[in-house]
């Protein structure tokens, strides 16, 4: 007998889990259907973003920057360390620890919210009075109905054409969250977040990390002012960036991998490494769904097609992100998630692109909301800046990371704030004021306004706000 929902979630990431908790809040009978298995077999929600993303890559994030600091900063605050070494298995299982927290946490919010959980694969069978028929493939088949469906299905890897991941030598986010030693060299395809942030915990360890861009340009999506500071920085740090790099064969050997590629001035290179990392971006995954049977309209690259409410072509079929148009960010998914379990309940859910935050969690971490100021530039829209750096910010003197800096750009006749840009300590953290103050459409002059603690690093966001203005007080 098949079991009726009012909403039933296909997807239990950051989108799905999210969607069917509002869903469940709002009074709906509703289900959530999640295939990720821990390494025993047993519900491992929480997607791409718990299982090999955002947790665990912050996981390793913070053990190697610890084991950075142990061995080269501890030695300024009188602190000696002798006799360091680095087990990467304690790493690696601290990791998977926090992991199956977040995991059991996801299962905790279901019972706590009765959302009914299905360990499996959900698919659609076909449209009938009461909703659609998903069809639930794991330990054991069985068929649920919803009224409503949201297709949370998130996305996958982009391979290299014809190099497959092997997830040991050759590497997606995946593998490479899981090395069980400390490559002596490690190569990384991509110099965006993934190979930024892979890149970054491996150099820390031990690795020499060779990072191999095809973009003319460091961080393109980034403002050139901070993409240009953030990249001198890495270098600083030992981490190798070969820009407008074109890639051709590689081949994987019994214990190495072999890359041949032509550098930015036309010579042929070949690089050896013990390890390879590509992460060249992710494309949807509508693996099984049976899209096409149903008649669910995908667009020319694989996402679903929705419209500016998340609506796809069929009634009360709903999608929402990594598997439709827009940034691949887990709260840009949390927020269509919310968004359209109360479009459901007859709410008017809201995401606004333009004040989206993005993060890169290397050291320095760069953050950014808003325009950078070549896009502003290209749009022809009169605009002021400012800038402060950390090293002149005494909270940041104090904590013994003075790189980087805040940058703020105003439109010149109103003085809202147009964008945000940070490279340097806890730019995860201060980029959340410029979200608020562009949500409320604030000016510069409001932040500037705004009493900020002394001493802490937000202080560099308020004199970056004064310096739009010409007007800063510490530098």
């Known amino acids: 007998m098949s079991k009726n929902f009012d909403v039933v979630v296909i997807g239990g990431g950051p989108g799905g889990y999210i969607a069917a908790i509002r869903a469940a809040q709002l009074g709906f009978s509703t289900a959530c259907i999640d295939d990720w298995k821990n390494a025993k077999g047993g519900a491992a929600p929480g997607g791409t973003c718990t299982n090999v993303g955002c947790i665990p890559s912050k996981a390793l994030l913070q053990s190697s920057e610890h084991y950075e600091h142990a061995g080269h900063a501890f030695a300024e605050h009188g602190i000696e360390v002798k006799g360091l070494s680095m087990n990467v298995g304690q790493m690696i299982a601290r990791k998977e620890a926090i992991v199956k927290q977040n995991n059991d946490g996801i299962l905790y919010l279901f019972k706590k919210n009765k959302v009914t959980f299905f360990h499996g694969h959900g698919s659609f069978v076909k449209a009938d009075a009461a909703g659609y028929e998903i069809k639930v493939t794991g330990a054991a088949e069985e068929t649920i109905v919803g009224k409503h469906i949201i297709v949370a299905t998130g996305s996958n890897p982009r391979a290299l054409p014809n190099v497959a991941f092997d997830e040991k030598l050759i590497l997606s986010n995946t593998g490479a969250l899981a090395i069980d030693a ?279 966001t308020k004199e970056a706000a004064l310096a739009v203005d010409k007007r800063s007080l510490n530098f």
């Not at 002012?225 to 890639?247: H, N, P, T, Y």
């Not at 041949?260 to 509508?286: C, H, M, W």
């Not at 409320?440 to 002394?454: G, Q, T, V, W, Y």
């Open 182 to 460: 400390v490559p002596a060299k490690l190569g990384v395809i991509g110099a965006g977040v993934i190979g930024l942030e892979m890149g970054s915990v491996w150099r820390r360890v031990g690795s020499q990390v060779t990072v191999l861009e095809a973009l003319p340009a460091f961080l393109g999506a980034v403002d050139e002012q901070i993409a240009k500071e953030a990249q001198k920085l890495f270098a600083k740090q030992g981490l190798s960036v070969s820009l407008g790099v074109k890639i051709g064969a590689i081949a994987a050997g019994k214990k190495d991998v072999t890359v041949e590629y032509t550098d930015d001035k036309g010579n042929a290179q070949k690089a050896v490494f013990d390890k390879l990392i590509v992460s060249i971006g992710r494309v949807p995954n509508t693996n099984g769904l049976n899209a096409e049977g149903i008649g669910l309209k995908l667009d020319e690259r694989g996402f679903v097609a929705v419209d500016g409410d998340c609506k796809t072509n069929l009634p009360n079929v709903w999608a929402v992100g990594d598997v439709v148009r827009g940034p691949m960010l887990a709260h840009k998914a949390e927020e269509e998630g919310v968004a359209v379990a109360e479009r459901i309940a007859g709410q008017h859910g809201h995401v606004n692109f333009n004040t989206i935050p993005w993060v890169i969690y290397t050291s320095p971490e760069i953050a950014w909301v808003g325009k950078t100021e070549q896009q502003l530039k290209a749009e022809g829209v009169a605009y002021k800046a400012g800038t402060f750096p950390f090293m002149a910010n005494g909270r940041a003197r104090a904590l013994g990371d003075t790189s980087g800096m805040v940058k703020f750009l105003a439109d010149a006749k109103t003085d809202e704030i147009l964008g945000v840009h940070i490279v340097g300590p806890m730019a995860s953290e201060l980029i959340s004021e410029a979200v608020v103050a562009m949500e409320f459409r604030a000016s510069s002059e409001d932040i500037a306004r705004i009493c900020h603690a002394h001493p802490s690093l937000s202080e560099a």
